[in-house]
């Protein structure tokens, strides 16, 4: 799987945006981006994953860059309960049956 | 619907024992997947096994052994603790949407995990 490097830790205000960038530019073509995020002491809760095109779901929207080698997660109004560690993942779809995750993003929305 | 069941929540055992955590995927879900969370890291994969039959292992020493039964559900098996062992078990589940043959579909959906202590 193609290694991902993710900030250690964001702020955001209550209310606003919350983008989170993660570089996968070793990224292989049939690699999907996937987002998982764990509030603390739960577990990983899926959030939104996508191949090459742009994804919007309930909970959030991923933007791919047009070359694959960087994502972001973007919470369009971030709340408290969205403070969580964001783990950004990039796996073959499919035949790839694990999740390696790295160290994610502490992502702290302050009120 | 149910989600991820894992159980016990909490554990807490000494060196030298042996420990079985248990998993319910969710319903429809064949697949079952355990991890190892150890405090400030991401989860670290252990297994998989997919219609009772182990699809992938992490590395993890043979101390560690898991099965799946008939009804999907799973169980999680570690011998001989060892003090790093204590970790929080991560068990997440996954259906497998298919066309033409390939896997294009394989969300895993965790449960809340089983937090072990070894002393």
């Known amino acids: 799987d193609a290694k991902t490097t993710q900030p250690p830790s964001m702020d955001c205000a209550e209310g606003r945006a919350a983008n989170l960038p993660c570089n996968h530019s070793?990224?292989?073509?049939?690699?999907?981006v996937y987002w998982y995020r764990q509030i603390h002491s739960q577990g990983p809760q899926y959030i939104i994953h996508?191949?090459?095109n742009n994804e919007t779901n309930e909970m959030a929207s991923l933007i791919i860059t047009e070359d694959r080698k960087s994502s972001t997660l973007i919470l369009p109004h971030a709340t408290l309960r969205d403070t969580a560690v964001y783990y950004c993942?990039?796996?073959?779809?499919?035949?790839?049956?694990?999740?390696?995750f790295g160290k994610g993003t502490l992502l702290t929305v302050n009120p | 619907d149910a989600g991820v069941t894992q159980s016990p929540t909490h554990l807490i055992k000494t060196r030298g024992q042996h420990v079985t955590l248990r998993c319910s995927p969710i319903?429809?879900?064949?697949?079952v997947s355990w991890y190892q969370q150890v405090l400030g890291q991401g989860p670290q994969f252990i297994f998989q096994?997919?219609?009772?039959?182990?699809?992938g292992r992490g590395n993890f020493p043979d101390r560690f052994s898991a099965r799946q039964f008939p009804n999907y559900s799973s169980e999680l098996n570690v011998n001989a603790l060892l003090l790093g062992d204590s970790a929080l078990y991560l068990c997440?589940?996954?259906?497998?949407?298919?066309?033409?043959?390939?896997?294009?579909?394989?969300?895993?959906?965790f449960g809340a995990g089983t937090r072990l202590s070894v002393l």
């Open positions: 993942i990039v796996r073959v779809e499919g035949s790839n049956y694990k999740l390696t």
């Open positions: 997440a589940s996954s259906s497998r949407a298919t066309a033409g043959g390939l896997v294009t579909k394989n969300i895993q959906y």
């Open positions: 319903s429809g879900h064949k697949s």
């Open positions: 070793t990224i292989s073509g049939n690699e999907y």
């Open positions: 096994y997919y219609e009772k039959e182990e699809r």
């Open positions: 996508g191949l090459k």
